[in-house]
């Protein structure tokens, strides 16, 4: 066990990745010299040369463009896409030739490429810096969507979308990167599977689904709602797309009451599809509706007032006083 | 195999092109034919074309290129400064850009619109935006702080080249006007009346960096200002740095080359030249107005200070480099040449000086007095019509923190307390 912050542990995932496999590369912008914007990537040029670790043009739909090319002769691309609010150029490479090449191919193809996009806001940060844009991707079929924690998860989480033969968007919690905690980089133990969620916390009267920058919130409101008496469960979603509705079902099954909580906006998100596949899943184990948290309908606010739009102990809180008050 | 194309598209010098262009391939300094009036030295030199522009600029003129040139420079000085003390979130740093951003910004003319990168603050100050508002951004208290329309200046774009197709649709429109106000001057002419006088013929300039210019929508920006032959000028600073990668990534001949594959001209110019860089563009925008189609301006300046109040350029480029380019500072080159020519006096740099300091402070004042925002401004802006999803969430907001702000107690505990109240529990 080492104790290492997230963007260490990405860092350490990726030096284990191009150590372990010679085909795998990394691309981005500012990603050799300066090591990414985040330092995501520090030092690793010097370890693995200018053609594992690809300072690009400055050009998203390049970078997908041309990794998506690298995949097809054999290669396992990584790319960085410095911000969230950046990666709309690579949209259209990401969702109509990344998503669809296996399906087209009738399965001949593979374009095993790897996307870290740090999203996610509560840094104070002025506009495009802040986003969540992971539903629009989950929308999409093809793609494999995950997102970490805590280090532990993140230096396994980076290496098994490596090793994925599907297309995996790693969404890194920007405002966590420097948080700390136990890596065992021996063996991923529970980790094991990227796709899973994992309970973090057993309860028996409400469950609060979270992943991503919201996980360490939805702890701390569970925690306070325990001081008021009620005992509540915490899941840590890990994977958005596939989305483990079985251990969230099981979850629901026990307490009866869900709240789902991400820094996205609530319309059309996330939430609202766990809403629809547990009201599918688990009505008659229903006590209340499910209820969403998250961000408002309207462009990611300025720094002055984020802490208004983004969910905190308070939101989730109350979303858990309306569902224990049916 | 492959069938070929018409000779009279193609005539062979395309080859010839080509060994031209690697010849000029960015190799450090700057290829010769670079426009430069005003060299380091401070002495003027000629150019057949731009030297007539110019001699259009009279002492005060050029003095008061000085004074804007200083003005930003102890501007940027002030607003590092604010970040520093935290009293801006980020700032975006413009020194050793001065004249390619007051060259540039006084060639255009009120009726012409703008279309700035993040880091324009120069071109800000000519079009009369006032720097206060400016900061807003930066403060995190807006993502925009003035009306583009007041000014013809056109919000920051944090997205890389987004705006450079806005520019040509922008000139798109302009070219459509022209055809409006035509045939209505027309109509107006057989009746017999007086039409007033014409809208004046503007034309829009793009800003972008060297390292925007990588993006695919300069690229598609550039085929329909050809296609369509819009009154627009592409101007890119290359201050040799998209944060820590340098030009020769993006590309490999001097990006004013590229406007030959356009088919509109391409001219690099000395961006730390303020009279060169505000012939050139006059120029430019002459060409552009007079309805003979785009330009691409380069200028050829650098980035002396960090990407960004966050950036930390010694991980990536020697001091040798920022020194070299020191020595071309716009700003000590001019001063030369004034006080060479006897065109300003001692008492004229005093008051340069005077005039930075009562700026900063101006700027230190507002800032610190700059509004908090709301977030129900958010709400409101959100859609221009009524939207019942944001009515909802906003109604909710307003009972939500109406929650808050009759209790005294922590607000986790006053939630909890009068949620579970309610509740009955
Ligand atoms: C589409 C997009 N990708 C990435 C970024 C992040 N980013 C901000 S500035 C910058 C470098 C821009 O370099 P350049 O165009 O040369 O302009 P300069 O900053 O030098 O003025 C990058 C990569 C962005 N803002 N937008
Ligand atoms: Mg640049």
Known sequence: ?326 | MGTHLPATEFDGTAVDDQREADAEAVMGEPPAQMVQLLGPDGKLGFDPVFTGYAEKLTAEKLRGLYADMAAIRRFDVEATALQRQGQLALWVPLTGQEAAQIGSGRASQPQDYIFPTYREHGVAWTRNVDLAELLRQFRGVSNGGWNPKDTNFHLYTLVLAAQTLHAVGYAMGIQRDQKLAASSAAVVRSDGQDNGAAAPDAAVIAYFGDGASSEGDVHESMVFASSYNAPVVFFCQNNHWAISVPTNVQTRVPLSNRAKGYGFPGIRVDGNDVIAVHAVTEWALEHARQGKGPVLIEAFTYRVGAHTTADDPTKYRESEEEDAWRAKDPLKRLEKYLRAEGLADEAFFAKVKADGDELAAYVRRTTHDLETPDIRSAFANTYVEAHPLVAEELAWFEEYSAGFATEEEPARQAVTAQASQEAGH
């Open chain 1, 1 to 326: 066990m080492t104790t290492m912050t997230i963007a260490k542990a990405i860092n350490e995932g990726l030096r284990t990745a191009l150590t372990d496999n010679p085909k795998s590369l990394l691309m981005g912008e500012d990603i050799g010299a300066l090591g990414g914007v985040y330092r995501v990537t520090d030092g690793l040029i010097g370890e693995f040369g200018p053609d594992r670790v690809v300072d690009t043009p400055l050009a998203e739909s390049g970078i997908i463009g041309t990794a998506i090319g690298l995949a097809l002769r054999g290669y396992t691309p990584v790319c960085e896409i410095q911000f969230d609010g950046f990666v709309f150029p690579g949209f259209n490479q990401i969702t109509t030739q990344l998503a669809k090449m296996h399906a087209r191919s009738n399965g001949n193809l593979t374009v095993p490429v790897v996307i870290r996009i740090p999203y996610g806001g509560g840094i104070g940060s002025v506009e495009h810096h802040s986003e969540s844009p992971e539903a629009l991707f989950a929308h999409t079929a093809g793609l494999r969507i995950i997102t970490p924690s805590n280090p532990h998860d993140a230096y396994w989480m980076i290496q098994q979308a490596v090793d994925c033969q599907d297309p995996v968007i790693i969404f890194e919690p920007k405002r966590r990167y420097w948080l700390k905690g136990e890596v065992d980089v021996e063996a991923p133990g529970l980790a094991e599977d990227p796709f899973k969620a994992h309970v973090l916390r057993a309860g028996t009267d409400a469950t609060i689904v979270a992943y991503g920058p919201l996980v360490p919130v939805a702890l701390a409101a569970a925690n306070a709602a325990e001081e008021d008496g009620r005992s509540v469960e915490v899941i840590d979603l890990r994977s958005i797309s596939p989305l483990d509705f079985d251990t969230v079902t099981a979850s629901v099954k026990k307490t009866g009451r869900l709240i789902v909580a991400h820094e996205a906006p609530t319309f059309g998100g996330i939430g609202g599809e766990i809403a629809a596949r547990i009201s599918e899943r688990a009505f008659h184990s229903l006590e209340a509706p499910v209820i969403r948290v998250g961000g408002f309908h309207m462009p990611y606010p300025v720094a002055k007032v984020e802490e208004d739009y983004l969910p905190d102990i308070d939101r989730i809180l109350e979303a858990l006083d309306r569902a224990l008050s049916y």
